[in-house]
C-alpha cells in the first residue's frame, strides 16, 4: 500500500492538531495555577510595602505613644485609685448636668506598665449636657475613652435622655523605687 503525500500531510496536520489540543488541555490549568500565583504576588507585594510604610513610620508612632503617656496620671504603686476616678467622673457629669445614677467599676487591669479601669455607669440627661460631658471626657487627654454609648428616650417629657456608657480610665503607676532612697553599706 503507496501513501501519498496528500494523505502523510493529513496525517501530520492531524498529528499536530491533537498535540496543539492536548498541549492546551493540559497547559489550561497550569495556566489558571500561574495567574493565581502571578494575583498571590501581587497581593503580597502590596502587603509588603504597607509593612514598610508602617516600619518607616515606627519612629512617628513610638513617639505619638511617649507623648500620650506623659499625658497619664502617675499614681503611687499600691494606691486604689478608682474612688479617684469616680469621683472625677461625678464631678464631670455634675458640671455639665449629666445625673449618674449607678457606677460600677470592674478590677485594676495591667496593660505593660500602663493600668486600665473600666467604669459601667446609668445616666440621665438631657442632649445637650451628654454632648458637653462627652466634650469634657475628650479633652481631658487620653485618660477617659468612652468605649460603649447606649441612649435610648427617658422620662420626664421630650429631650430627656437616658443611658449606659463604659468609661476606660487609663494611667501609669510609679515605679517601686522612685520614692526611696538607695543607702549603700560600707
Known amino acids: ?20 489540543a492536548g ?3 493540559l497547559g489550561e490549568a497550569k495556566l489558571k495555577e500561574w495567574d493565581e500565583f502571578s494575583t498571590a504576588r501581587q497581593a503580597l507585594n502590596v502587603r509588603l510595602q504597607e509593612a514598610e510604610v508602617w516600619a518607616n513610620r515606627q519612629g512617628v508612632v513610638d513617639k505619638s505613644l511617649d507623648a500620650i503617656r506623659q499625658q497619664l496620671p502617675r499614681y503611687p504603686v499600691g494606691q486604689d ?3 479617684e476616678l469616680l469621683k472625677t467622673l461625678e464631678r464631670t457629669a455634675q458640671s ?3 445625673t449618674l445614677l449607678r457606677r460600677e467599676p470592674d478590677k485594676e487591669k495591667s496593660v505593660g506598665d500602663l493600668y486600665e479601669v473600666a467604669i459601667n455607669c446609668s445616666w440621665e440627661g438631657e442632649l445637650d449636657a451628654l454632648v458637653h460631658f462627652l466634650y469634657a471626657l475628650q479633652v481631658q487627654g487620653a ?4 468605649r460603649q454609648l447606649t441612649i435610648t428616650p427617658g422620662q420626664g417629657g421630650p429631650g430627656r435622655l437616658k443611658g449606659n456608657f463604659t468609661v476606660d ?3 501609669s503607676r510609679e515605679s517601686a523605687g522612685a520614692n526611696t532612697l538607695k543607702v549603700e553599706s560600707p
Open 143 to 146: 485618660m477617659l475613652d468612652i
Open 169 to 171: 480610665c487609663a494611667y
Open 23 to 25: 498541549t492546551y488541555w
Open 96 to 98: 455639665h448636668n449629666l
Open 81 to 83: 485609685v478608682t474612688a
Open 1 to 20: 500500500m503507496k501513501v501519498s503525500n496528500r494523505e502523510i500531510y493529513l496525517g501530520w496536520a492531524t498529528l499536530v492538531a491533537v498535540l496543539l
